[in-house]
């Protein structure tokens, strides 16, 4: 079994910046592929960003630029920087981890991106 704790959401105005965190539980942390994910209200979850156990990055062409997805496999944690936030990021975001006993999911973080 895989925890996965988010933190570091809130409410920030466009073009500001979060750094969104996710600690899992867990020894063999840096086999796990794991990504970040987001669903707004009356929308589908969809994907913003992953990174493989070798610090391959993926990202949603909306994001591409202004998003950063990084992990410390020392503190079990992966990180999502975002930049030049927008409006339309208003979404929770959630972290997902793919293991090879499954796939995790946190409990997700709000971030509203209001003036």
């Known amino acids: 079994q895989v925890q996965l704790v988010e933190s570091g959401g809130g409410l920030v105005q466009p073009g500001g910046s979060l750094r969104l965190s996710c600690a899992a539980s867990?020894?063999?942390?840096?086999?796990?592929?794991m990504g970040w994910y987001r669903q707004a209200p009356g929308k589908q979850r969809e994907l913003v960003a992953t990174?493989?156990?070798?610090?391959?990055?993926n990202y949603a062409d909306s994001v591409k630029g202004r998003f950063s997805i990084s992990r410390d496999d020392a503190k079990n944690t992966v990180y999502l920087q975002t930049n030049s936030l927008k409006p339309e990021d208003t979404a929770v975001y959630y972290c997902?981890?793919?293991?090879?006993?499954?796939?995790?999911w946190g409990q997700g973080t709000q971030v509203t991106v209001s003036s």
């Open positions: 867990g020894s063999i942390f840096s086999i796990y592929t």
């Open positions: 990174i493989t156990n070798r610090h391959r990055t």
């Open positions: 997902n981890a793919n293991a090879p006993m499954g796939v995790y």
